[in-house]
């Protein structure tokens, strides 16, 4: 299965930001992104369907923004205002299309910490 290319994650401080971008090989239809930190399951935390409505988790609503750039075949999440919270392993999964191919692929995570 194709994989997708992930990026953005790091350490921040609270209070700070972070941009996370996931690119696909083709024309993405809808994207979630989900963390799941140590000893604690995945979660979701926003969608972004074909028609472009978003969806969030309540403990990112206000904070996090879901979006994406369709030329560029890329999905970001900004997250604003960090907390130490939302510290872990931030994964995208998209449904996109390839000639007449629909994929359904998960990033490969990217790490995000939020300590002083």
């Known amino acids: 299965q194709v994989q997708l290319a992930e990026s953005g994650g790091g350490l921040v401080q609270p209070g700070g930001s972070l941009r996370l971008s996931c690119t696909a090989s083709?024309?993405?239809?809808?994207a979630g992104w989900y963390r799941q930190a140590p000893g604690k399951e995945r979660e979701l935390v926003a969608l972004?369907?074909?028609?472009?409505?978003?969806s969030y988790a309540d403990s990112v609503k206000d904070r996090f923004t879901i979006s994406r750039d369709s030329a560029k075949k890329t999905v970001y999440l900004q997250m604003n205002s960090l907390k130490p919270e939302d510290t872990a392993e931030y994964y995208c999964?998209?449904?996109?299309?390839?000639?007449?191919?629909?994929?359904?692929?998960w990033g490969q995570g990217t790490q995000v910490t939020v300590s002083s």
């Open positions: 083709g024309s993405i239809n809808a």
């Open positions: 999964n998209l449904d996109y299309v390839v000639g007449r191919i629909t994929f359904n692929s």
């Open positions: 972004i369907n074909s028609g472009s409505s978003t």
